[in-house]
């Protein structure tokens, strides 16, 4: 019993950590992402395939599309075709 | 940004109403925020529903155009007006995008003045040139009205969000003219930099709401597809129009994110606009340099004199006022005042007597009692002197008795009498001048009264300070008034610490406290003269905001200091072992709950760890309040590191953590009831097997507790998808280490389910035999007839066969084998060995004893009694009896009576080559084992060797012996 409670704290406490929102692109292309956080807006280029940590604490973000949308910090979002897929 | 206690109390005694309701709009603001979020998320669901209907119905026209090859790439200029302005200023985007076939619409469209979404026709139009097909498809007329049902819905969302963003505007605008006012003050500052931020949430969650519609529309106009291209068959007419609206909506959706974006990047910039504003009007306070000049003690010489004059005139003509107005309201707050003063100095005294006072007696306090006194003498009767204040302050408020001038002045006065009083009184409490018993620190007698006085002198200097300044301050006397008197408080407090230098309060280790004393340790003595000096010279070349602000940093942050290390050493000397049972708390718990040396020692830690925790709670806050931090900046670091903690990208919720593992010990809490419930109401009553009682209660366990702790995973907040990784990993380990583990546990598992065998039951696996005690999760308990208790790892009995003696039922066989001479007649020995086993109670009459003529010895027949008992433990007496019972008919019966008594016991195998003429009874041959007889063993009280029963000591020896040999296995 002890050992399966142990276990299950370590296994807690190593996924305890939530992480922001996590951009993935999935288009063949390289995607420019326009990202807007706190005062500063900057843009975010994510290869192909590539997975990018962006806006730990909400955040706007324009995609490729031209579609705007809002971003809370821990969401999981995709790329694909140009528009963003929130997960 | 200096506001100390004093300013403080005085802010909070009559500015807190307005605070606590400020406060309160907020939160109301942000529950109806919330609110308006989970209404927006139904519209959301509603827009979803409809639009399915909608495509349901309409599914044959869009048929058609699911012909068309599904292009879901960008439609280049499907982005009408984007209403924010600052998308004019971003030229990089336009190369940013090149593989998009055009930049987005807001490049394309200079930003439309008004923000919301004008769907500009040419932009909706598709980009080829042949867009418009000829119309002639026949248009539904509930399609229509469906589709203008959903528009409606859709529109009603979209500026339900319009006027949540255009509220929201609106509370900026109002925040940043409240700033602008409020510009010089801290604390108001602090309130609305919190009001900021969490418009900046509101706004986010705000545009957050609109994401599903957008992806609604997305996915419809994916299912659409792209207009028909030039030579393309033409497109319904209704196709087109739901795409043109669907556009359109898209295109809004875009404009008011734009539009959250913009506003999000404004209360971004007001919310750091405060901190840069707080962070200079602290600056300038305390660095602030006034020209010291002898004109300026000129004039503050007599704007003293006017507000001498003033203060009195306003002091008089207030007293008289209320004496002639209202005597009733004076009187009764004055009254109600002494009575709350009397219930607090009363209260205290009678409650905490034993902690606060010096006890006479007591010839030699120890170090823990000294703390512990000095700690609550300071403590308690600050606290009720501070409630004395306050409840008067809101007796004479509440009882419109203060009028607006005289207000502040006696606010401040009780904020310094109490902030006084606590420096005396932890002064006088550390440093005992009349009692050298109860002094916490080892100085002389003269030292230790000339100390207090010091103190005493610099608290009482630096809160005349306060108090004038409040009073020059409430009178609106010039500024000057009040730097000439914290220039003058600076020096004096200055002296005073200079002057502290020549105390000799100290002593060496063996002499007695009414010693002369010594001189400070030069590295004290020096730096208590630098400390002086540097305030004065602040003072003197014009820092005097520095200057007040170090004075009463020494004389509060000290004491508070002070007070902080008092709490740790009590904190510490009360964890130490053995201390906490000397205590009156320990004692009652010794009287009370009959604790242990141990378990006091356990709880002395515990309390010790709370005192800790209990001191830093309290006094950190305040010293930080003290440094000019405002409440409104404590509440948000506090609730920012309960809430989340961000090391890189990485966000960890302490409370999230703190909230799973209550969630899981709830959730092994109830497991645990449900546990003792079942077995104990429902199973016990049902008269279920001790065995599958146990079965069903493990199992329940472990399904309780992982519930519970998946329970308590998502309650932290932990994605459990991060657990797979770690999952991924653990799988790997156990394919190496934790397989033997593992494997134990799911044979355990299987152990508990197919029940071979049960708690409770007599098996023999391998050289290990005895009764299961335990099912755990990796080994079986097995306690052997020794009462040995042996630990076998759960697979070993799954994969070992295993022979359980009472697996279906207990009814056993057992044998007693019967030799008598061939003087005999055996018809009639089988007749009276097989009367004597009927006659036993405990031998079963179905199946019937039966006796077999099993050998003709060189001298002797060889019988074997073989009888069945219900409960094969009671094998061992049952044959007990019959041997004796054998015996005794023998006799009676003169069977082998000519012949000279010789009674020996035998091994079976031995047994022909012994001349016996009396019936023998022998150890059992075969089925009943030495451990049958063993088994007996713990059913006797007497602890000793089990065979002891049957036979003496020395034969039982041999007969394990002989038993072993004839069992090769065991």
């Known amino acids: 019993m002890k050992t399966f409670v142990i276990a299950l704290l370590s296994g807690v406490l190593a996924a305890a950590a939530v992480s922001a929102a996590t951009v993935t692109n999935k288009d063949g292309e390289t995607a420019v992402l326009v990202v807007v956080e706190g005062e500063s807006r900057m843009e975010v280029a994510i290869d192909a395939g590539a997975t990018e940590m962006i806006c730990p ?27 963003a897929i929130v997960k | 940004m200096i506001s100390h206690a004093f300013a403080s109390f005085r802010r909070l005694s009559y500015s807190n109403r307005i605070v606590t309701t400020a406060r309160g709009d907020s939160a109301s603001g942000a529950w109806f925020g919330l609110l308006r979020v989970l209404k927006l998320h139904f519209v959301g669901k509603l827009l979803a529903v409809s639009v399915c209907l909608l495509s349901l119905a309409g599914a044959g026209a869009v048929v058609a155009q699911d012909a068309q090859p599904a292009q879901t790439t960008t439609q280049p200029a499907q982005t009408p007006a984007q209403a924010p302005a600052q998308s004019n200023n971003q030229p990089a985007q ?120 957008l992806d609604e529309i997305k996915a419809r106009l994916t299912e659409l597809g792209d207009p028909p291209g030039e030579g393309q068959p033409p497109e319904a007419d209704i196709v087109t129009a739901e795409r043109k ?20 990047v404004q209360a971004t910039k007001l919310s750091n606009g405060i901190t840069a504003t707080r962070r200079a009007l602290f600056s300038n306070t305390l660095l602030k340099n006034t020209d010291v000049s002898i004109e300026m003690f000129d004039e503050a010489l007599s704007a003293t004199a006017n507000e001498t004059k ?31 003063a009397m219930v607090f100095l009363v209260g205290s005294n009678k ?183 540097s305030l004065i010279i602040a003072a003197a070349s014009g820092y005097v905001g520095l200057s007040r602000f170090i004075a009463t940093q020494i004389i509060i942050t000290g004491a508070i200091l002070v007070m902080m290390y008092i709490g ?105 009831w449900v546990q003792r419930w079942i077995d104990g109401n429902v199973m016990a009553r049902s008269r279920v097997d001790a065995g599958v009682r146990n079965s069903i209660r493990t199992g329940i366990g472990y399904i309780g507790v992982g519930l519970a702790g998946l329970i308590g995973v998502s309650a932290a907040g932990i994605d459990l998808s991060n657990l797979a990784l770690v999952a991924g990993a653990l799988s790997l380990g156990v394919g190496f280490g934790l397989q033997n583990i593992v494997s134990n546990f799911v044979s355990g598992l299987i152990l508990l389910v197919e029940r ?30 020794q009462h040995q208790s042996i630990m076998m790892p759960n697979s070993l009995l799954i994969n070992a066969s295993v022979g359980n003696w009472t697996h279906r039922n207990k009814l056993g066989r057992s044998e007693i ?28 009459k179905n199946p019937s004893p039966t006796v077999g003529f099993t050998a003709f010895g060189e001298e002797r027949m060889t019988f074997e009694l073989r009888i069945y008992v219900a409960d094969v433990l009671t094998g061992g007496g049952v044959r007990n009896d019959l041997r004796v019972a054998i015996y005794e008919r023998f006799r009676d019966e003169g069977i082998g009576a000519p012949f000279p008594l010789k009674i020996e016991d035998v091994p079976i195998e031995d047994q022909t080559g012994i001349e016996s003429h009396e019936p023998e009874t022998v150890g059992e041959p075969k089925g009943a084992t030495s451990a049958e007889a063993r088994a007996a063993a713990p059913k006797k009280e007497a602890a000793s060797a089990a065979p002891l029963d049957e036979e003496s000591e020395e034969e039982g020896g041999k007969r394990r012996a002989s038993s072993r040999r004839s069992n090769p296995n065991r």
């Open chain 2, 756 to 785: 071979p065998f049960k708690v409770g039951d007599w098996i023999v696996s391998g050289t290990t035999e005895g009764f299961v005690k335990r099912i755990s999760v990796r080994a079986t308990e097995i306690e052997t007839f």
């Open chain 2, 245 to 264: 609206r669907l556009l359109a909506e898209r295109g809004e959706i875009n404009a008011l994110t734009g539009e959250a974006e913009s506003l999000s």
């Open chain 2, 351 to 533: 409650l905490f007597s034993p902690y606060i006072h010096h006890d006479k007696s007591d010839e030699e306090p120890s170090y823990f009692r000294r703390l512990s006194v000095a700690f609550w003498s300071t403590l308690i009767p600050t606290i009720s002197t501070g409630a004395f204040a306050v409840s008067s302050f809101f007796f004479l408020h509440s009882f419109n008795v203060l009028r607006s001038d005289i207000t502040p002045i006696i606010a401040i006065a009780l904020a310094v009498t109490v902030v006084g009083f606590f420096v005396t009184t932890l002064a006088n409490a550390v440093l005992s001048p009349w009692d050298s018993r109860w002094r916490l620190v080892r100085v002389s007698d003269r030292g230790a009264k000339v100390l207090l006085i010091t103190i005493f002198a610099m608290a009482l200097v630096n809160g005349l300070d306060y108090m004038f300044g409040g009073v020059s301050e409430a009178l609106g006397s010039p500024v000057v008034l009040t730097v000439v008197k914290s220039f003058i408080a600076s020096v004096v407090i200055g002296l005073i610490i200079i002057a502290s230098a020549w105390i000799k309060p100290t002593l060496k280790r063996d002499e007695p406290f009414d010693a002369p004393g010594r001189p400070w340790p030069r590295i004290v003595s020096i730096g208590l003269m630098l400390t002086g000096a």
């Open chain 1, 57 to 83: 604490s909400g955040c706007f973000v324009t995609t490729p599309s031209g579609d705007r949308i809002g971003l809370q910090g821990d969401e999981n979002v995709e790329i694909v075709n140009g528009s």
């Open chain 2, 568 to 672: 740790f050493l009590t904190g510490k000397a009360v964890s130490r072992q053995g201390a906490f049972a000397e205590t009156l708390a320990g004692r009652y718990l010794e009287r009370r709950f009959k604790l242990e040396q141990v378990g006091l020692d356990q709880v002395g830690l515990m309390a010790g760890l709370g005192i800790y925790a209990l001191v830093i709670l309290f006094f950190i806050p305040l010293i930080l309040l003290q440094w000019g931090f405002q409440v409104a900046d404590i509440e948000s670091w506090t609730y920012r590191a309960v809430t989340e903690i961000k090391i890189g990208t990485i966000t960890i919720s302490l409370m999230g953590i703190m909230a799973g593992v209550l969630f899981f010990v709830l959730g092994y809490i109830v497991t645990r």
């Open chain 2, 310 to 340: 003033v203060l009195s005139r306003s002091t008089m003509s207030w007293l008289t006022f209320v004496w002639n107005y209202k005597r009733i309201p004076l009187l009764t707050a004055i009254f109600l005042s002494i009575c709350a």
């Open chain 2, 817 to 844: 084998a019967v030799t008598v001479t061939y003087a005999s007649d055996p018809r009639r020995i089988m007749d009276l060995l097989a009367e004597i086993a009927g006659a036993h109670p405990m031998v079963l």
């Open chain 2, 94 to 213: 336009n190369g940013a995008q090149p593989a998009q076939g055009g930049a987005p619409a807001q490049n394309v469209q200079p930003a439309a003045d008004d923000g919301k979404a004008q769907p500009a026709p040419n932009a909706q139009q598709p980009a080829g040139g042949a867009a418009q097909p000829a119309q002639n498809a026949p248009t539904p007329v509930q399609d229509a009205a469906q589709s203008n049902d959903a528009t409606i819905a859709a529109d009603a969302g979209q500026s339900q969000t319009a006027e949540q963003l255009a509220n929201a505007g609106k509370e900026l605008k109002r925040l940043r003219d409240l700033i602008a006012k409020a510009s010089d003050d801290d604390i108001a500052l602090a309130e609305l930099k919190v009001q900021v931020d969490a418009v900046g949430k509101q706004i986010i969650s705000t545009s957050i709401a609109t994401r599903p519609r």
